[in-house]
Nanobody, 121 residues
Framework: VQLQASGGGLVQAGGSLRLSCAAS????????RGWFRQAPGKEREFVAV????????YYADSVKGRFTISRDSAKNTVYLQMNSLKPEDTAVYYC???????????????WGEGTQVTVSS
C-alpha cells in the first residue's frame, strides 16, 4: 500500500486546511485509515482514524469538534478537514493505513510521507 499525503501549508490561527491522502496498491488489506502528527521534539501522536467500510470515526480530544476525517471510496482517498486551527496544531501530519482501529501509531502498517502544517498566531 502506498499513501500520498497533500494539502499542508501555512495558515493563521483560526483558519482552515484540508489534508488529502490517496492510496494505491493492495489497499483491500487495510480496513482502517488514520492521521497522526508529530511536532518538533515530540512523539508522533494520534489525530483521527476512520474505518473504511463503516465510516466510524474517532478523534483525539485535542481536535474533537474542530477536525473531521472522511473518506471517498471511489477515489480511495481519506481527508482531514481542519478548522479553527491553533498554533499548537503545528506539526508534520502523516496518513497511515492498518487493519485495526487504534490510537497507537506503532499499530499502523503503512505510512505516507508527511505534510507540514504550520499555524501562525
Amino acid at each position: 500500500v502506498q499513501l500520498q499525503a497533500s494539502g499542508g501549508g501555512l495558515v493563521q490561527a483560526g483558519g482552515s486546511l484540508r489534508l488529502s491522502c490517496a492510496a494505491s496498491g493492495r489497499t483491500f488489506s487495510s480496513s482502517v485509515r488514520g492521521w497522526f502528527r508529530q511536532a518538533p521534539g515530540k512523539e508522533r501522536e494520534f489525530v483521527a482514524v476512520i474505518s473504511w467500510s463503516g465510516g466510524n470515526a474517532y478523534y483525539a480530544d485535542s481536535v474533537k469538534g474542530r477536525f473531521t476525517i472522511s473518506r471517498d471510496s471511489a477515489k480511495n482517498t481519506v481527508y482531514l478537514q481542519m478548522n479553527s486551527l491553533k498554533p499548537e496544531d503545528t506539526a508534520v501530519y502523516y496518513c497511515a493505513a492498518g487493519k485495526v482501529v487504534t490510537t497507537n501509531p506503532t499499530a499502523m502498517d503503512y505510512w505516507g510521507e508527511g505534510t507540514q502544517v504550520t499555524v501562525s498566531s
